[in-house]
């Protein structure tokens, strides 16, 4: 299978790549250039700009690079707000036929408590069914 990453150089990033290409999948993953990492050599990596904060996303702009690359899915790993997410699937609306956004903890109630702003224990492992934290990022 055809999989993008964007990101997919740093923090869980580079295990994803890995497992995925030992699973025997195609890989391919679209970042600045600024983190170095340690990506196999069959990996295709594609550079440039995801998304800019409060300017036009490059992701969208890529557009028909990624129409030509083809992946059947891709892998979102820095999508960080709802706008990241709407570029993410205006971006690969007619090209992919799954897009799926990685997400940090810190949607969850037991993020309060690792940062101290809560107390209570959190039952873990956390599930989609875990309960939310209150008090949303900006």
């Not at 810190?106 to 008090?135: C, F, G, I, M, N």
Request: aromatic content about 8%; hydrophobic content about 40%; overall charge neutral.
């Amino acid at each position: 299978m055809k999989i993008l990453i964007i990101g997919g150089t740093n923090f869980i990033g580079p295990p994803v790549v890995r497992q995925l290409i030992a699973m025997g999948h195609e890989v391919s993953v679209f970042h600045r250039g600024k983190t170095t990492t340690n990506l196999p050599p069959d990996v295709h990596e594609i550079l440039g700009v995801v998304y800019r904060r409060r300017h036009h996303s490059h992701l969208f702009e890529m557009k028909s690079k990624f129409r030509q690359l083809s992946p059947q899915v891709v892998v979102d790993m820095i999508a960080y707000n709802e706008q990241d997410a709407l570029t993410l699937t205006n971006t690969f609306e007619g090209i992919a036929q799954r897009v799926v956004a990685i997400s940090s903890i810190d949607v969850y109630r037991a993020y309060d408590v690792l940062w101290r702003k809560e107390s209570d224990v959190v039952p873990v492992p956390l599930t989609e069914d875990s309960s939310l934290h209150q008090q949303l990022c900006p």
